[in-house]
């Protein structure tokens, strides 16, 4: 009999016999359908787009307008994509170089070759190694110059305008005088359109495979070692120091999260449509948004914001008639394969499916290592894969040999070459119809729900998130069998055995089978899946690899339930404003529900002491502090962060009255037991506090702050107070810190938390934000057009002394604010800062 183990620290588990308990499964019964769509009215406003946009320039000379407002924000006019690219290119490097210059090296493995083996030097912790033979065993460079010229027209006019702006502010400026951050090293060089699209590849698999680059790296056949060695033996000398620590990889590790509504007519004062946008991203790093507006007269309008190195193309914004924001979402983007090895086989080097001997083919891998200033040598590696994918090795978790199996990686998004085409149909669309279609032609928004709202008041949502498209077989058996159920829940992803092509999948889930919604009232997304998008017409029925139905929600989506329920003032209809305060009125969902009765608690409690651990505690001068606290987050709230302290202890061991029920599911659980254990979370959280060196009753202003890095990556003392809650407190405008790894090698500083049961930093003394709300918007429809209102709350450029590294922030430090969005021209003139045209033309 076949078995395997699947294993993390706190839950072993042992599943015995699945192989043989799965090869006599049949076809099953379970079959899986998106909800069906509502009849949409058919929308009254023409299309945007008449003619097809032009792709390419006509005359080989690149030219845009470029345009920059108050707070930096460029506004880039062209005449075909390519050179509007150009501009955003040009206009995207001015401000944050640094960043993309690192990702190109990044997913090019090429780390090693100008940093070393290790993140950490000489420590053996290999992690310039693994990402560097990771991106190389996915293969993305490869597929990129294999495929760069199978795009369509329009994704290679994006890519090759983008990287020849990006070149040409390179050129202008001199390596020497751009952010200090980066200034003069060695690895800021040109780049080409390959780069930009290896670059898009390899951020398609940050949900997925990315997450298991260390697992890959361990991956090799029992009797042989993973590590690297000399390619040539003229450096047999050189001896490879690899100690790697890889762990079982978690789904989403930087817990990206957002909010995201969309309002139809029958929820606006004015009967069209609106939209709220509150991505909750990483404030430093790959995944920072920028704010661009783009134009090509009769084409092409729309304004919003982007992550990092993204082509030409706005990922959240609207355009004249539509816009739209995503939430990330809870989706599964990959499957681990457990593999029958044949066992006869001695080498292990084979695997059986469908009764079948197919071969795991191994292959040997070179980089660049820095050894010495000014020395490279070629470490070379064997990497293995199979019909599914790269091999992966987690010890103890996920094993090669033992009982005859191995384990492998199969991404939905490996090769994901939609992307740009897919977001570029979103910027086109002219209405809700148009916007759809985008969906049904493309398969490129790869981690994201998506909600809009369109100038005729529709509304829509979808899931469309790379999700593999399993069997009947294979979604029957990880529905209903116990043991695939139980390796689910230990690993945090789907697991299923490779032995039968009925378990495998060949494509991503069709759009008519993803989880989608349309109507006239409203949509809503804050990550707690897709099901209840709208509360009065849940949706089921769709495949389990989208994520839960019939799940407790998070404190953060019951608030959003409740906000759409409250603040739209007494005719139940919002307009801007109401939004905008919706979005800002720092609410605390876990307060609202408890606190009146655990200030009673811990009143009844007196100054009698409670015990934690040998500790006795007074927690009567925490109680009087608490009394003063006001239930927001907002700047002057005193006691605030005693509350929050107290949250994270009660999500550890929730003491509820009521537990949750489906019948009552925004609003339960709820109540708060009168016990010790309550008392002893509240001590603790006093002890957090004071061992912190803060005041009980201090403000959260004076506590939580965001306080940028000089270039050499040291702080810069300069601490701006920051209003705002935090999900474990059931907050809506969400920020947090994040001491771990930003995704780049661009000097940053971070304090450390204090203890595993807080994140309150003695030596920041508070709460550092470097994490949250971000790219935030409010685009109403009006009988004159879109009229918005937004803020990226870091600012438009990492660049430290910039003039805008620091404007948008110190604006919403001032108070929790939206400022105008400039999209119509005469705005954009009234409002011009500077102007300058771009032309490829040689001089």
Request: glycine share 8%; charged share 15%.
């Amino acid at each position: 009999m076949l078995n395997y183990s699947i294993k993390n620290t706190l839950k072993p588990i042992s599943i015995l016999g699945i192989i043989s308990v799965l090869s006599a499964c049949g076809g099953g019964e379970h079959t899986y359908i998106g909800a069906p769509e509502p009849v949409t009215p058919t929308p009254t406003s023409p299309p945007v787009v008449s003619t097809p946009v032009p792709s390419f320039d006509d005359d080989g000379v690149l030219s845009a307008n470029i345009r920059w407002t108050d707070y930096g924000v460029p506004h880039i006019k062209a005449d075909n994509l390519e050179s509007m690219s150009y501009g955003v290119g040009y206009a995207f490097a001015k401000d944050n170089i640094c960043i993309l210059a690192d990702q190109i090296l990044k997913y090019n493995s090429q780390r090693a070759k100008y940093y070393g083996p290790d993140l950490v030097p000489a420590s053996g912790d290999s992690a310039h190694l693994i990402n560097d033979f990771g991106f190389l065993t996915m293969g993305i460079r490869a597929h990129a110059e294999a495929n760069i010229n199978a795009l369509s027209a329009n994704s290679q006019a994006l890519l090759s305008g983008y990287a020849q702006g990006y070149n040409k502010y390179l050129a202008d400026t001199g390596i020497a005088n751009i952010d200090a951050s980066c200034a003069n090293m060695p690895w800021v060089q040109p780049i080409t359109n390959i780069d930009m699209l290896t670059y898009s590849l390899g951020i398609a698999l940050l949900p997925g495979a990315a997450n298991f680059l260390g697992p890959m790296f361990l991956a090799a056949p029992p009797g042989e070692s993973f590590a690297p060695y000399p390619q040539s033996a003229g450096v047999n000398s050189y001896v490879v120091n690899s100690k790697p620590v890889i762990e079982l990889p978690e789904k989403n590790p930087s817990d990206l999260g957002s909010n995201g509504w969309g309002l139809g007519k029958d929820k606006t004062e004015n009967g069209k449509g609106m939209v709220l946008a509150n991505p909750h991203f990483p404030h430093t790093g790959n995944l920072r948004f920028w704010q661009f507006h783009t134009i090509i007269p009769e084409h092409l309008n729309v304004m919003g914001g982007s992550l990092t190195g993204v082509p030409g193309v706005v990922n959240i914004g609207f355009n004249e008639n539509v816009a739209w924001t995503h939430t990330f979402s809870t989706a599964e983007h990959f499957v681990i394969y457990q593999l029958t090895l044949n066992p006869d086989d001695p080498a292990q080097m084979s695997q059986v499916i469908d009764g079948t001997n197919r071969l795991i083919t191994g292959k040997e891998i070179v980089i660049d290592v820095a050894v010495a200033p000014g020395q490279t040598i070629k470490l070379a590696k064997m990497t293995y894969s199979t019909h599914h994918g790269p091999m992966v090795v987690v010890p103890g978790n996920f094993e090669w040999g033992p009982g005859g199996n191995a384990f492998a990686i199969k991404d939905a998004n490996l090769g994901n070459v939609d992307i740009i085409d897919h977001w570029l149909a979103m910027n086109l669309a002219g209405n809700i119809d148009e916007f759809k279609q985008a969906f049904k032609d493309f398969d490129g928004v790869i981690f994201n729900n998506t909600m809009s709202a369109d100038s005729e008041g529709n509304v829509f949502y979808i899931d469309d998130s790379t999700v593999p498209h399993l069997t009947d077989t294979a979604i029957n058996e990880l529905t209903t069998n116990p043991l695939l159920i139980g390796v689910k829940q230990v690993a945090g992803f789907t697991v299923l055995p490779g032995f039968l092509s009925a378990f495998d999948f060949d494509r991503a889930v069709p759009y008519e089978n993803a989880p989608k919604y349309s109507g006239t009232d409203y949509v809503q997304n804050s990550n707690d899946s897709f099901w209840l998008t709208n509360l009065n017409s849940p949706i089921t029925g769709v495949s389990p690899l989208y994520g839960k139905v019939d799940n407790q929600q998070s404190l953060r989506s019951r608030l959003a339930h409740k906000l759409l329920d409250d603040s739209a003032g007494s005719d139940g209809l919002f307009n801007p404003e109401e939004l905008e305060q919706a979005l800002f009125n720092n609410r605390n969902y876990l307060a609202e529900n408890i606190l009146t009765e655990l200030l009673t608690i811990c009143q009844a409690q007196g100054n009698t002491a409670v015990m934690v651990g040998t500790q006795s505690v007074d927690i009567s001068a925490g109680c009087s502090a608490l009394a003063l606290w006001d239930g927001r987050m907002n700047k002057d709230s005193s006691s605030a962060h005693l509350f929050r302290e107290f949250a994270f202890q009660f999500d550890k061991d929730p003491q509820w009255v009521n537990s949750f029920s489906l019948e009552q599911v925004t609003t339960t659980p709820n109540g708060i037991v009168n016990n010790s254990v309550t008392l002893q979370q509240f001590a603790q959280a006093i002890l957090n506090v004071e061992s912190a060196g803060l005041a009980l009753d201090a403000s959260l202003g004076a506590v939580q702050f965001v306080e940028r890095s000089l270039p050499d990556g040291t702080a810069t003392g300069v601490k701006i107070p920051w209003a705002g809650s935090h999900n474990i407190e059931g907050g809506f405008n969400v920020f947090s810190t994040r001491p771990g790894n930003d995704g780049s090698l661009v000097p940053r500083h971070v304090y450390p938390a204090q203890n595993s049961d807080s994140i309150l930093s003695a030596e920041g003394g508070g709460y550092h934000i470097n994490y949250g709300s971000s790219w935030m918007t409010v685009v109403n429809f009006t009988e004159e057009g879109p009229v918005a209102r937004g803020l990226l709350s870091y600012s438009q450029s990492s660049e430290y002394g910039s003039d805008h590294n620091l404007d948008q922030s110190l604006l919403y430090s001032q108070q929790p604010q939206l400022r105008p969005l400039r999209f119509t021209e005469a705005d954009i003139e009234a409002n011009k800062v500077s102007e300058i045209i771009i032309s490829s033309a040689t001089e």
